[in-house]
């Protein structure tokens, strides 16, 4: 029966209907035979209707053999974007430490679409040969592939690349760009001497969103030299940038900057005032204890929680 059904479909690939193709294009990927390969790989190749073609890269996701990756590095090419997009799908669902070598070589090509997929199939695929190709991408000229870049150095943890993530933090035009550095920084040694003074530069970067990234990984990092500019990150214009300081604050476990945390207990945004508790909680001074027992009657229940969470820190730590 099972011979049947896979003739009946292979048939249908021939169908003049697009559609007929399409559903056939499912009908074998149900069958999970690997002997089928060739014929969605030529599907994917050579169809004429691009929602057949599209149809094929997805259900060849499945499988990660040479020829398939090829494929579907190839349709990256594809006059249809639906098409391509669904081939970089695909490539981003790689497992297999063995498709890297087609990637690296597809990091490469002239299309900017092609190696910015080809970038992030690498980036799943932790593939440590990539250092290079990616370390190459951050000076590319588009800036959907120098982000791709990044990631992958960012997953590869590799302290060569702490330099030039750094470089791009501090230089580069695109705000996208410069927020992923400042999160592919995360890394770092505290005390590095590219990530932690870039990072600080960023805190008073145009872009909120690139603050708010450098206020995180300064807090990733443990960045005691942080603490005072992280201070002054709790006036910044946009509440997202103070949240997040408060939090770095909160893992520095610094005392000192509990009274600066303390002020945004009164803030308008429970949010704000619920990261603000947490983090004195953490802080450890008893000078908290006053303006948390005051916050106790916070109208928001989740700011309250959080309250009697960081009181319950700072009554242990005394006992």
């Given at each position: 029966?099972?011979?049947?059904?896979?003739?009946?479909?292979?048939?249908?690939?021939?169908?003049?209907?697009?559609?007929?193709?399409?559903?056939?294009?499912?009908?074998?990927?149900?069958?999970?035979?690997?002997?089928?390969?060739?014929a969605?790989?030529?599907?994917?190749?050579?169809?004429?209707?691009?929602?057949?073609?599209?149809?094929?890269?997805?259900?060849?996701?499945?499988?990660?053999q040479?020829?398939?990756?090829?494929?579907?590095?190839?349709?990256?090419?594809?006059?249809d974007?639906?098409?391509?997009?669904?081939?970089?799908?695909?490539?981003?669902?790689?497992?297999?430490?063995?498709?890297?070598?087609?990637?690296?070589?597809?990091a490469?090509?002239p299309?900017p679409?092609?190696?910015?997929?080809?970038?992030r199939?690498?980036?799943?695929?932790?593939?440590?040969?990539?250092?290079?190709?990616?370390?190459a991408?951050?000076?590319?000229?588009?800036?959907?592939?120098?982000?791709?870049?990044?990631?992958?150095?960012?997953?590869?943890?590799?302290?060569?690349?702490l330099?030039?993530l750094a470089?791009?933090?501090?230089?580069?035009?695109?705000?996208?760009?410069?927020?992923?550095?400042?999160?592919?920084l995360?890394?770092?040694?505290?005390?590095?001497?590219?990530?932690?003074?870039?990072?600080?530069?960023?805190?008073?970067?145009?872009?909120?969103?690139?603050?708010?990234e450098?206020?995180?990984?300064?807090?990733?990092?443990?960045?005691?030299?942080?603490?005072?500019?992280?201070?002054?990150?709790?006036?910044?214009?946009?509440w997202?940038v103070?949240?997040?300081?408060?939090?770095?604050?909160?893992?520095?476990?610094?005392?000192?900057?509990?009274?600066?945390?303390?002020?945004?207990l009164?803030?308008?945004?429970s949010?704000?005032?619920?990261?603000?508790?947490?983090?004195?909680?953490?802080?450890?001074?008893a000078?908290?204890?006053?303006?948390?027992?005051?916050?106790l009657?916070?109208?928001?229940?989740?700011?309250?929680?959080?309250?009697?969470?960081?009181?319950?820190q700072?009554?242990?730590?005394?006992?």
């Amino acid at each position: 029966m099972t011979d049947f059904f896979e003739s009946n479909a292979l048939a249908r690939l021939n169908d003049p209907d697009a559609a007929v193709r399409r559903i056939a294009v499912l009908d074998l990927a149900d069958l999970e035979d690997e002997a089928l390969i060739p014929a969605l790989v030529a599907t994917l190749r050579g169809d004429t209707a691009p929602e057949v073609r599209r149809e094929a890269a997805a259900v060849l996701a499945a499988w990660e053999q040479e020829d398939v990756v090829e494929a579907l590095c190839a349709a990256l090419l594809d006059a249809d974007a639906a098409v391509r997009e669904a081939a970089q799908q695909a490539l981003s669902e790689l497992k297999d430490a063995a498709s890297a070598s087609v990637l690296r070589r597809w990091a490469a090509r002239p299309e900017p679409f092609a190696r910015s997929a080809a970038l992030r199939g690498l980036r799943e695929l932790r593939d440590a040969a990539a250092f290079e190709p990616a370390r190459a991408a951050l000076d590319d000229a588009h800036a959907e592939v120098r982000l791709e870049a990044v990631a992958v150095l960012g997953w590869l943890k590799d302290s060569r690349a702490l330099a030039p993530l750094a470089a791009l933090l501090a230089s580069d035009a695109h705000g996208a760009v410069r927020r992923a550095a400042a999160g592919a920084l995360g890394f770092a040694a505290a005390d590095d001497e590219h990530a932690a003074p870039a990072l600080l530069h960023a805190l008073h970067d145009a872009d909120w969103q690139v603050r708010e990234e450098a206020a995180t990984t300064l807090g990733k990092l443990r960045a005691h030299a942080a603490r005072d500019a992280l201070v002054a990150a709790l006036d910044d214009d946009y509440w997202q940038v103070r949240l997040r300081a408060a939090r770095a604050l909160g893992r520095l476990a610094d005392p000192q900057a509990a009274v600066a945390v303390s002020a945004l207990l009164s803030h308008s945004i429970s949010n704000l005032r619920k990261e603000a508790a947490l983090a004195l909680g953490e802080l450890g001074s008893a000078h908290s204890i006053a303006p948390l027992q005051a916050a106790l009657e916070d109208r928001d229940p989740e700011v309250r929680k959080a309250v009697r969470i960081a009181l319950q820190q700072l009554e242990g730590a005394a006992s």
